[in-house]
């Protein structure tokens, strides 16, 4: 796959649009487009990074099933992520995790409808370790003390930082390897590490990654019904449109059909993970 491929925005199903907005609007300070059943969300007023759809009522999503673990919003410096810990902690906002990943800092909470969210700055490249030629990411705690102090003063919030994009998405599978080998061999991502033996993680350009996958929910779990809060489906942005044409004749030729869907393609992954391959820009 082309290294200069990215992940454009993530679409999700809420059940109340105006208490999604209270949270992303007013507690992450995204901006949003226009509000017709749908929100576009920006943190710079251009570049889209996450679309609600409004399904009234619609059930959270069940635990032990196919989907969203959660999508990564990549700010770009850690005195941005250090202004968002500031923000949740004045707005009294539950954070979930914090975590050093060797590679990036994260925290990790979800949004009103229980979607995952995880909000991480990465570090420079040239001191990501490896071993042996291979990258290496762990867990541990986040040094919160020290994030902090790369705040000074009292700034005010304004919102996520302009320049925030969507950095990756981590999704519930319900078998690995069948997994790993559609993003692998069939849409052309890197493997880059496994985490034991129930986490893959695969990118291009040689970053940590772009697409996590897991079975925490459980082997063979089956996929979210139709009417439950979650993943919609997330964007995958190549290069151009003869990227396009050659992932989805690969596609096709792997048995995978591809659906016209607007200016790109629809797929669905072996756990039912809905994806939007386009060379346009996101929307």
Known sequence: MNPETNLGPVHLTVADLDRAMEFYGGVLGLRSQGRNGTAILTADGVTPLVVLHA???????????????????????????????????????????????????????????????????????????????????ATEPLDVQGLLREVTGNPPWQGLAPGTRVGHVHLH???????????????????????????????????????????????????????????????LQLDDQDEVNRLTARLSESGVVPKAEGAGFFVRDPSSNGILITSHPPC
């Open 173 to 235: 599978v319900a078998d690995l390897a069948a997994a790993e080998a559609f993003y692998r061999d069939v849409l052309g991502f890197d493997l880059m590490l496994h985490f034991g033996h129930s986490a893959a993680f695969l990118s291009v350009g040689g970053y940590h990654h772009h697409i996590g996958l897991n079975t925490w929910a459980g082997a063979g779990a089956p996929p979210p019904p139709p009417d439950a809060a979650g993943l919609r489906f997330f964007t």
């Open 55 to 137: 399904r009234p009522h619609a059930r959270p999503k069940p635990p032990h099933t196919t989907g969203l673990y959660h999508y990564a919003l990549l700010v770009p410096t850690r005195p941005d992520l250090a202004r968002t810990l500031l923000r949740l902690t004045e707005r009294r906002y539950p954070v979930e995790g914090a975590s050093d990943h060797l590679v990036s800092e994260a925290l990790y909470l979800p949004d009103p409808d229980g979607n995952g969210i995880e909000i991480y700055a990465d570090r420079p490249r040239d001191v990501w370790p490896t071993r042996q030629g291979r990258l290496q990411m």
